[in-house]
């Protein structure tokens, strides 16, 4: 979980433009983000694979991630984007259980900010009650 108020601030940066964080109240909003966990990539490390079903979002924190798409019914895979710290990706698997369109690797060596959709959705449910 992040711990030092700097962690905070970005991971809070960085999903500031998401409905699903952006609704909630300040004090709500930084439990969330107390539930995040770091993940730590070497060069060449797959975050996700393209097909699978992904249940977290995640939060570049360092380093840089490159994603690649292959068409339907193989084929080589073609480059689609970098990310890199502060980019987003994979929110709606926080919403939606759906498999992902890209495979995305890591360049060098790299980290992310993770939260499930499982834990994502205790915390909100609780937040409720």
Not at 14 to 23: D, N, P, R
């Amino acid at each position: 979980a992040p711990c030092t108020l700097e962690e905070f601030r970005f991971l809070k940066a960085a999903v500031s433009g998401l409905f699903m964080f952006e609704c909630l109240p300040d004090h709500q909003c930084q439990l969330l983000l107390g539930l995040f966990e770091r993940h730590v990539l070497g060069v060449g490390e797959t975050l996700m694979r393209q097909g699978d079903a992904v249940d977290s979002m995640f939060v570049v924190e360092s380093g840089a991630f490159d994603s690649f798409v292959a068409k339907d019914g193989g084929g080589a895979a073609r480059f689609g984007r970098s990310y890199a710290p502060g980019d987003v990706l994979g929110a709606v698997a926080l919403l939606l259980q759906r498999g992902v369109s890209e495979t995305v690797l890591s360049r060098g060596p790299g980290s992310v900010w993770a939260i499930s959709r499982g834990r994502f959705r205790q915390s909100l449910e609780s937040l409720d009650a």
